[in-house]
């Protein structure tokens, strides 16, 4: 297992820790001396116990002697920010100068910081206060240490940019100068700290620049594309362009002759890796080329010559599923999805019945980075560089597929190039080990954008047959949607981010509801995409309660605003929960800041939306015009959201402006289709991503609440498309209901 270790500064918690391979990697970033402290993963009660054993505690703060502050990342970044705003919240309740602290990638290990992902919006709610308490502790000692040395009480000391004060003498200890001797203190107990009231907050609120930016923009490594390792090699792993299909044969031994080419083989596959997240990994059945170069590797590529079988392929039709939607529309329901109130009673009594069919499409994440990791496999040690979104979960397959613990799989955590939620799956990270343990050298899996964007998890489409009752008052009384979906052959059960959750928004909040459902056969990958459900969902929901108001002969604003009812919490003290008097708030301000109500020129049209997901209410106002050939332009997006307190203003309004984009890109032009288990996109020229002229004016207004912080990078998306969709009612009485707005005759 190796010797024993004993960094010489440290305190007891560091000590004598065994090294073995996996030790030394999680060591040698992080020495230099000083003060040391974990962060624990427990509750309260747990952290003083688990930060005096050296099996639960990681290294996360080091205070070295010529005052550096080392914070760890713990969460992986995608772009959302959080390897700024979480060290920030450390940085805050330590007093630190943000000047003198650095922050390093944190080793990929549950037992010393709980759940490592960048998923659902989850890292601030459930990283607020655990890294607030890690910088209350080191605060805690530093102060202890500093009236040890000062000789005075406690409680007449005050802390500020990374020092230590004792106004009363006019003395003063910088963090540095205390750090060894805080080093030899017991942490203290977690019901003993006292976290900063908000009036505190000297950092949290400021806007605070990527700590990855500098890097960014001058092109340093910092992405999984970027690695280079001594011998490295590059693997292109060509699969069937139908789905599912099974590498039979293949010109290998033509393909080995080619210039750069090291090996060819065909990988024969493990299960079906169509579905998002499993238990055991799988990989795809196809022809590995293994080269010097990327470029020899596309190449050798190009000249390939395989022959497939078929028989487990998808034959999946986009076409087809439609027609089979509108038919299964006017059919009964295969069964109930939530029922409740007298539904019929009200369609009997009522003033006006609004009615539409409403079709979203496949969608592909297209993430600009595409899949990529780069693996190294000696013996039963594997290690990894990736740009994963789960990386825990990445251990946990690759300890599965090798038969092998998960402490002898070391795994460097990188920025991702995009990850939307498909970088949840690590199904590129079993293929990259599972083709470099042929091998005595590192190689490097990479995807072609031609293979990322057929072999993507797709964020599924789906139908909706709305049927609505208005009662004689101009109120929404009943609710009906027939939800037409799709599930695996044999299953009932909606594909993974296919379904409708039992409180979606408006489901809760109604007396009478009737939602039902049927589901359609498909092979197609599907999986999760920013704000899942909710970002196909907000359309059909938020354009039909639209066609209601329009129904009603109502104000769309006032009429949504009465489908909310009083202030109330639907789960009272469940942060995840609806609130409607949050939801109120930012429709009210989102209209207002927008100018609700004011007269437009001719062709103008506003358009209101409003969504509840992943614990962020959030209400669009979009203003849009539309020409005589049916050019759409989207003039400006005024946003309205209730996160709680925002961290980092900066990340915070690029999180909301990269939601705008992304979702103004998708409704102008964006779907993916198939004929017969083969995808029609295949690059961005079939697939265009909305480039920088289709950015609107985006006015952004927070309301800082005083609830505890949820997550941003997802919430913001869903209001977009149908804010927009209503505008261009407004602007021109056609309504939208097929997406994207190229299959309704718009021009983007």
């Known amino acids: 297992m190796g010797q024993e270790f004993r960094s010489g500064s440290t305190s007891s ?4 820790v065994p090294v073995n391979r996996r030790t030394f990697f999680r060591l040698g970033g992080i020495t230099g001396g000083g003060l040391v402290l974990g962060i624990a993963t427990g509750g309260k009660a747990a952290f003083a116990q688990e930060a005096a054993n050296s099996n639960l505690v990681t290294d996360y703060v080091q205070i070295r002697p010529d005052g550096k502050i080392i914070i760890m990342a713990t969460q992986p970044e995608v772009g959302q920010g959080v390897k700024t705003s979480f060290p920030m919240l450390v940085a805050e309740e330590l007093d630190a100068a943000w000047s003198d602290v650095d922050i390093v990638q944190a080793e990929i290990d549950a037992t010393r910081y709980g759940s490592q992902s960048a ?10 206060y655990p890294h607030r308490r890690a910088g209350a502790a080191a605060r805690a000692m530093l102060v202890e240490a500093a009236a040890l040395l000062l000789d005075v009480d406690a409680e007449e000391l005050r802390t500020a940019d990374s020092t230590v004060f004792h106004d009363n003498s006019g003395r003063s200890v910088a963090y540095g100068d205390l750090s060894e001797l805080a080093s030899t203190l017991d942490l203290p107990d977690a019901d003993t700290l006292r976290l900063k009231e908000r009036s505190e907050w000297r950092l949290i609120g400021r806007p605070v620049q990527g700590v990855d930016s500098g890097k960014i923009v001058t092109g340093k490594p910092l992405y999984g594309l970027d690695q280079r390792l001594p011998g490295m090699l590059f693997a292109n792993f060509v699969k069937s362009p139908r789905i599912g299909a099974k590498a039979v044969s293949a010109n290998l031994d033509y393909i080995k002759t080619l210039p750069g080419v090291v090996d060819a083989f065909i990988m024969q596959g493990r299960g079906a890796p169509i579905d998002y997240v499993r238990n055991e990994p799988a990989i795809h059945s196809g022809v590995v080329i293994v080269a010097r170069s990327t ?9 390939l010559e395989t022959s497939w079988d078929y028989s487990t392929a998808a034959t999946d039709t986009w076409d087809v599923h439609v027609a089979n939607a509108r038919q299964l529309a006017t059919q009964a329901p295969a069964s109930v999805h939530t029922s409740k109130g ?16 409403y079709t979203y499409p496949f969608l592909s994440h297209a993430t600009l ?11 039963d040690f594997v290690e990894l560089w990736a740009p994963t979104q789960t990386p825990q979960r990445a251990l946990t397959e690759l300890a599965a597929f090798f038969s092998i613990p998960e402490t002898n799989i070391h795994l460097h955590q990188l920025r991702a190039g995009g990850g939307f939620g498909r970088r949840l799956s690590n199904d590129y990270v079993v ?16 995807w072609t954008r031609e293979n990322d964007m057929t072999f993507d998890f ?24 027939h939800f037409i979906t799709f599930a695996r052959p044999g299953s009932r059960e909606p594909l993974r981010a296919a379904d409708i959750p039992a409180d979606e928004f408006p489901i809760s909040l109604l007396e009478n509801v009737n939602v039902t459902q049927s589901t359609m056969d498909s092979l197609m990958p599907a999986g999760p995409m920013r704000a899942p459900r909710s ?6 929901v938020q354009s039909f309660l639209h066609e209601c108001a329009v129904a009603a002969g109502r104000d769309h604003l006032e009429f949504l605003l009465e489908v909310f009812g009083e202030p109330r919490w639907l789960d009272p003290g469940n942060i995840n929960a609806l609130n409607t008097g949050r939801a109120a708030a930012v429709i009210r301000l989102a209209a207002e800041q927008a100018g609700w109500g004011r007269e437009l020129p001719t062709g103008h049209g506003l358009g209101l939306a409003f969504h509840f997901s992943h614990a962020g209410h959030f209400a669009h106002v979009a203003e849009v015009s539309v020409d005589s050939s049916n050019r759409l332009t989207i003039h400006k997006i005024t946003v309205a959201g209730d996160i709680g307190p925002v961290i980092n203003p900066s990340s915070a309004r690029n999180q909301v402006e990269g939601c705008v984009i992304d979702a103004i890109s998708t409704l102008l032009g964006l779907e993916i289709t198939f004929r017969n288990g083969r995808v029609d996109q295949q690059n961005f020229h079939q697939y265009p991503l909305g480039r920088i002229g289709i950015t609107p004016t985006i006015d952004i207004h927070f309301i800082e609440s005083d609830f505890d912080p949820t997550g941003l990078g997802e919430p913001a998306y869903p209001p977009v498309i149908p804010a927009v969709t209503n505008a261009i009612y407004d602007a021109t009485g056609r309504r939208i209901r097929t997406l994207p707005v190229t299959r309704e005759g718009f021009l983007a």
């Open 13 to 16: 918690i560091t000590s004598n």
């Open 535 to 540: 970002n196909a969902l907000a359309f059909a």
């Open 295 to 303: 470029w020899s590797a596309i190449r050798a590529a190009r000249l």
């Open 431 to 446: 293929e990259a080990a599972a083709i470099a343990a042929r091998f005595d050298l590192p190689v490097q899996a990479f």
């Open 342 to 357: 007298n539904v019929d009673a009200a369609f009997r009594n009522a003033g006006a019945v609004a009615e539409a069919f």
């Open 119 to 128: 998923a659902g919006s989850r890292g601030t709610p459930t990283q607020w």
């Open 458 to 481: 797709y964020r599924p489409g789906g139908f909706h047959a709305f049927k609505a009752a208005i009662d004689h008052n101009g109120s929404l009384a009943a609710w009906q949607d």
């Open 369 to 379: 980075e595409p899949q990529n990791c780069t693996a190294r496999v000696d013996g």
